[in-house]
């Protein structure tokens, strides 16, 4: 049993020899004349939580869009499980926990209708739930520990309840790849250590996560695995690793002769 | 008179009958159809959509096609001009969507001045209530119940596609489809509702019930009842006033709409600029009280 253990080194993931479960490679994503992303190449074991770490602008949130397929990149490609987004997408494979500004909490939607969401795949064409959705949904809610919550319309949950109710729509969904951007971003203490933990049993069970994050600190208790993101995958190491001094250095611009020289 | 008479005295006209068959239709389906435009922030398109459709319609009757498929045709039109402005010029959306969409009105408007037969065409700009026929009551209920048919057997998507389309997209559903065909029944129910209360106030049923049914419920499958609810007692107050004070039917019924919201804008218990005061204070007079 290796959730919630303590040291990120000796965990290890499994599926070592099989197809990575995300593999990028040489991923360069342009906005108009702006490069967002400029060869990414990197690849995740499933199993692993994998931190992601870059300041603003750094193409976190264009990463996510290219693995989900939201966006197509100008050159490079992805493979999620050997094959196509496409394919893992109709697969239902993929969940998504969003950042907290694309999301309108004044919805007019309850916790267990967000999570329900995270069955649409499953579902016929009206997508009318059957038994087997709604017990799925409660579950998820009961994993999550938000059971007691799940009649509140979603904006009327803290920062932290908000977050889990994403997750749980994941878990719902039976999604083996979990991304998830800036899930710590206005979330109390407390509330980032459940979903930490609640992150590293679900790699645990087997799922791949891919979590961007601003909070360095806490960065070795979540993630097997760090990559440092600056436009392109300036390192891929253990956590311990990448926060050294030298190393987010780069990452965050104070190297300027590194961070300016992308054009 | 007795209230009874009230209400059964312009029964007693056909005109009336189908004036008040064709309101009662056009309310509730642009009333669901809100209940996700307000929800998007679509508010601005549907005004766009429901304008611009005019040289469609105007064209359509020209060629002796079903006003419907010119509305699609330029309701499109009209919704691609609006992204080819916007992405690839300095211009921001909302100038893009003025633009187009006062245009292509004007189009519509230029159309109609220089097609002979104009006392029906002008009765599209700001409609004819009293004026429809037994085939418009017919055109109306059959689009009507094709766009609430296609609207609620989709309704979970569409509802998914307003709340989260990147996880509409992660599972495998198409949200640009989504998106198009939430465009193509907007289109469609700016036909429905042109009869009703004209093209220039189509948009005051596109938002008004959605946005007030907003104000009343956390749940959006309550909103999808309050909406067409209160947008069809709107339609059938404001026509009877229209009736007995002689005054235009689109605009009383839009008036109407208008009041109501109103009232709930200031007095809805949880949302209200009023109530949610007073249930507060309700509240806590209730706990010094135990």
Known sequence: ?263 | MSPLDFLLEPLGYDFMLRALATSVTAAIVCAVLSCWLVLIGWSLMGDAVSHAVLPGVVLAYVVGAPFALGAIVFGFLAVGLIGVVRNTSRIKEDAAIGIVFTTLFALGIVLISVIPSQTDLNHIIFGNLLGVSWADLAQVIILGVVTLGVLLAKRRDFTLYAFDATHAHAIGLNPKVLGATLLGLLALTSVVALQAVGVVLVVALLIIPGATAYLLTDRFSRMLVIAPVLSALAAVTGLYLSYYLDTASGGMIVLVNGVVFALVYLFSPRHGVIGKRINSQRRRRMLAAS
């Not at chain 1, 990197?42 to 989900?68: D, E, H």
């Not at chain 1, 083996?176 to 979330?187: H, K, N, S, Y």
């Not at chain 1, 509330?191 to 069970?205: G, H, K, V, Y």
């Open chain 1, 1 to 263: 049993m290796n959730g919630g253990g303590d040291t990120s080194q000796q965990r290890g993931g499994g599926a070592a020899a099989s197809a990575p479960a995300i593999s990028v490679q040489n991923v360069t994503v342009n906005y108009g004349t702006v490069r967002a992303l400029e060869n990414v190449t990197f690849s995740l074991a499933a199993g692993r939580v994998c931190g992601l770490i870059g300041m603003n602008g750094s193409g976190k949130s264009t990463l996510f869009k290219a693995i989900t397929g939201m966006l197509r990149p100008d050159h490079g490609s992805v493979t999620i499980n050997g094959g196509s987004p496409a394919l893992a997408r109709k697969a239902g494979v993929v969940g998504y926990v969003p950042q907290s500004e694309e999301v309108d909490w004044a919805f007019p939607i309850s916790v267990r209708d967000v999570v329900m969401m995270g069955r649409y795949g499953h579902m016929g064409f009206s997508r009318r739930p059957k038994s087997a959705d709604r017990a799925a949904v409660a579950e998820a809610l009961e994993r999550v520990e938000l059971t007691d919550l799940a009649d509140r319309q979603i904006g009327q949950l803290s920062g932290g309840q908000k977050k889990r109710a994403f997750v749980a729509r994941g878990i719902a969904q039976g999604a083996t790849i979990l991304l998830l951007d800036e899930p710590f971003a206005g979330v109390d203490k407390r509330s980032e250590a459940t979903i930490t933990t609640l992150l590293r049993q679900l790699a645990a069970d087997g799922a791949t996560v891919l979590v961007s994050t601003h909070d360095l600190n806490a960065l070795p208790k979540l993630a097997d695995d760090a990559i440092l993101l600056m436009r392109t995958v300036l390192l891929q190491s253990t956590p311990t690793e990448v926060l050294k001094p030298q190393n987010l250095a780069r990452a965050f611009g104070l190297d300027v002769s590194r961070a300016g020289d992308d054009e």
